[in-house]
């Protein structure tokens, strides 16, 4: 029997080893796509303990614990971060086949240099010594990110950010560039007329323009867009249920912004309409601007309403949704495409029935122009574990290029997290690994362990411009 965990963690023979150990794991980190805070880089956040780096914000785990009959208050309550620990240690056991046994064990691993199964038994011993160790400076977050080899970070912004922190990180030299995502999922919620309205008071603010008018609204975007240019980014992302691209005049589209500033609730087509619109022209402003964006696609979000009101988005009660996106994808896409204004993109599915859907869809858009223009991004979320992963990256290989793949991601607001980048690199190495010693491929070690090398690392560096800012 193996070893639990040892250094050959899923690669069950030597050629997926050799890969492995020669050609992924010694390869950097982009992480191209996280919710990290910058201020906690900027500030060179050092935690008190273990429970702060680990359990805070971590959605995953929250929801686990609940599942396995925790107490919200050892959660998202007033415990205390050690008893906030132990449940979550006990609960730790029962989480067997669950990629969070994996990931918990590989961070202990990785980071601290335990080796010991976490469990109620274990905790306090395991508690004090990492907390200690988080407690220094050697384990400040920056530190965080430069034992893990990282070397680019791209967080998830909101178009009202000030940018502050990843302007204080340019001036400082700090040496991983930590550019910023535009994301701006709130200018376009108008399904809530109040949530609404309140965020425009926050666009007019940091704008300085009067939003009385869509024109003004656009401006103010605008606005906003080209600062985050000027400021290092060159990346895009949404987060949606689905793609819309309904049908709408210019003068259908100003009406329903009159209709929702004026406190009114839409249609649902109007709705649809005035998201279509926006979509596109976010779109058509990165494509200006050479930049990347990305679509996450397919989550039933806030599903729980009693504790949507009690704790707030990103708490722990979302879900898989079954929404149907082909086809308007796919006029999405094309409405672009027909007016040369298709940027890079880069889409996510929750739904694993849209594996093959995705896998085929990146194929209509690549123009020639680079390769992989169209990508379909890493296992996302619920589907962030070995089968989901395998599964992504088998539909990939059959149905477009995995070669031309730009690898793995953390999603994630943890900076204990990065191992899930050796994680997705074992996986594909064992993929591999198999293959060739079934006489699948050709044992040619050079140009396989290459191709290993550009999904886990050099194609990402290529794809994002970014080869020449590190």
Not at 36 to 62: C, M, T, V
Not at 126 to 139: D, R, T, V
Request: proline fraction near 4%; include cysteine.
């Amino acid at each position: 029997m193996k070893k639990f965990l040892d250094e050959n963690f899923l690669l069950h023979n030597k050629t997926a080893q050799k890969l492995y150990h020669d050609y992924a794991g010694p390869m950097p980190i982009i992480d191209y796509h996280c919710h990290l805070s910058p201020r906690e880089i900027a500030e060179d956040r050092i935690f008190e303990n273990i429970s702060q780096a680990w359990l805070n914000g971590d959605h995953y785990k929250w929801r686990a614990m609940r599942i396995n009959g925790t107490d919200e208050k050892f959660i998202t309550g007033n415990a205390t971060d050690e008893e906030k620990f132990l449940k979550w240690a006990e609960t730790v056991p029962y989480t067997l086949r669950n990629p969070l046994y994996h990931w918990t064990h590989l961070e202990l691993q990785r980071y601290f240099g335990v080796p010991d199964i976490l469990s109620r038994k274990s905790a306090k011993k395991i508690y004090a010594s990492c907390s200690e160790k988080l407690n220094s400076p050697g384990f400040s977050v920056r530190n965080l990110l430069k034992k893990m080899k990282v070397e680019m970070v791209c967080t998830t912004d909101d178009p009202t950010d000030s940018l502050e922190h990843h302007q204080q990180l340019e001036q400082e030299k700090f040496e991983i560039p930590i550019l910023p995502a535009f994301r701006p999922d709130a200018a376009i919620n108008v399904d809530d007329p109040g949530m609404f309205n309140h965020y425009l008071s926050k666009l007019e603010k940091v704008s300085n323009i009067a939003i009385s008018s869509f024109n003004n609204y656009i401006s103010a975007l605008k606005k906003r867009h080209d600062y985050f240019a000027l400021n290092g980014c060159s990346v895009s992302d949404h987060g949606l249920e689905e793609i819309y691209a309904e049908e709408h005049t210019d003068a259908e589209v100003k009406n329903i912004f009159i209709k929702i500033r004026s406190g009114k609730k839409l249609e649902p087509l109007e709705i649809k309409k005035f998201k279509s619109a926006m979509l596109i022209t976010f779109a058509e402003w990165d494509h200006e601007k050479n930049w990347v964006q990305q679509f996450h696609l397919g989550a039933l979000r806030n599903n729980n309403s009693r504790m949507l009101q009690k704790l707030g988005p990103d708490t722990g009660w979302d879900s898989v949704g079954d929404f149907v996106q082909g086809r308007q994808l796919a006029k999405f896409l094309d409405t672009l495409d027909k007016e040369n204004k298709l940027a890079k993109t880069i889409l996510y599915n929750l739904n694993p029935a849209d594996n093959e859907l995705m896998a085929t869809m990146i194929g209509n858009f690549c123009d020639g122009s680079v390769a992989g223009k169209i990508q379909w991004g890493a296992a996302w979320w619920f589907l962030d574990q070995k089968e989901g992963m395998t599964k992504q990256i088998n539909a990939l290989s059959n149905m477009g290029l995995l070669s031309r793949f730009i690898g793995m991601l953390t999603d994630s607001r943890s900076f204990l997290s990065y191992p899930r980048h050796e994680y997705f690199r074992r996986i594909l190495c064992n993929i591999f690994g198999e293959e060739m010693e079934n006489g699948e491929m050709p044992d040619d070690m050079d140009w396989t362990g290459q191709l290993i090398q550009d999904i886990c690392f050099n194609n990402a560096k290529m794809y994002f411009n970014w080869q020449h800012t590190f």
